[in-house]
């Protein structure tokens, strides 16, 4: 196989492809030239894109060439050029003992789109997930937290500390034991005992039993009872 010629030849063909975006790199002592690639949309302003820079080797189509990857955009974290490269090693390998390079730099167009199509999916789930998250975090402030015997006992023992209940409580238990006077003087017990003693010091009570005659000594007859009348003296008139 001529190597040169095939090399010159493919050269020529992709200078015809790409016209204007292929840019020759070297020429000696082998050709070394960047083709740009990019995803769908990327013209639009988002999307990902990189060069592909190709160097043949002495033997080259029966070798692979070497490939390089640079001047990425947007790939940032989320796409490895090394991922791209490995793609691209394995489509040469089924490709080696014919010119490939169109073929490489089409399976890198077609990777591209791939990763940005799955870019763009997840970027979608992110936004879906964060508005179900915004709307169940709203639908959650209407609802309110369920109470159960726990938090509601300790809500209230916070609500009392910040109402300052606990210390209104202490206060009136102390108010409590101070007694008003009436309370001190029913709940003074030498006042009892200054009665029981002035009953014992004191002089007995008498009484003058002749002031009492017996009813039986009266000379009470029916008959006067019969007659008498209170209020009226003497004989019943006409």
């Given at each position: 196989m001529d190597y040169q010629y095939e090399q010159a030849s493919e050269v020529e063909a992709l200078d015809s492809i790409y016209c204007g975006d292929m840019?020759?790199?070297?020429?000696?002592?082998?050709?070394?030239?960047?083709i740009p690639i990019k995803s769908e949309s990327y013209d639009d302003g988002d999307g990902l894109a990189c060069e592909l820079v190709f160097t043949y080797?002495?033997?080259?189509?029966?070798?692979?060439?070497?490939?390089?990857?640079?001047?990425?955009?947007?790939?940032?974290?989320?796409?490895?050029?090394n991922e791209l490269l490995e793609h691209l090693v394995e489509q040469g390998k089924e490709n080696v003992g014919m010119v490939m390079v169109f073929t490489l730099?089409?399976?890198?167009?077609?990777?591209l789109n791939e990763k940005w199509d799955l870019i763009k999916k997840q970027r979608e789930e992110q936004i879906l997930a964060k508005k179900k998250a915004d709307e169940e975090a709203e639908?959650?402030?209407?609802?309110?937290?369920?109470v159960t015997v726990e938090s509601f006992l300790a809500w209230r023992k916070q609500f009392e500390i910040d109402?300052?209940?606990?210390?209104?409580?202490?206060?009136?238990?102390?108010?409590?034991?101070?007694?008003?006077?009436?309370?001190?003087?029913?709940?003074?017990?030498?006042?009892?005992?200054?009665?029981?003693?002035?009953?014992?010091?004191?002089?007995?009570?008498?009484?003058?039993?002749?002031?009492?005659?017996?009813?039986?000594?009266?000379?009470?007859?029916?008959?006067?009872?019969?007659?008498?009348?209170?209020?009226?003296?003497?004989?019943?008139s006409d």
């Open positions: 840019q020759i790199l070297q020429v000696a002592p082998f050709h070394k030239f960047s080797t002495s033997k080259y189509p029966e070798e692979l060439p070497v490939v390089e990857v640079s001047n990425e955009e947007n790939f940032d974290d989320v796409v490895d050029k730099v089409s399976a890198g167009q077609e990777w639908m959650k402030r209407f609802e309110g937290t369920r109402m300052g209940i606990p210390a209104k409580r202490e206060k009136e238990s102390k108010d409590k034991t101070k007694l008003t006077g009436k309370e001190l003087f029913l709940r003074d017990t030498t006042l009892n005992e200054s009665d029981l003693k002035f009953l014992d010091d004191g002089d007995a009570v008498k009484v003058d039993e002749s002031l009492f005659q017996d009813l039986d000594d009266l000379d009470i007859s029916d008959e006067d009872d019969e007659d008498y009348i209170p209020g009226q003296s003497g004989s019943e």
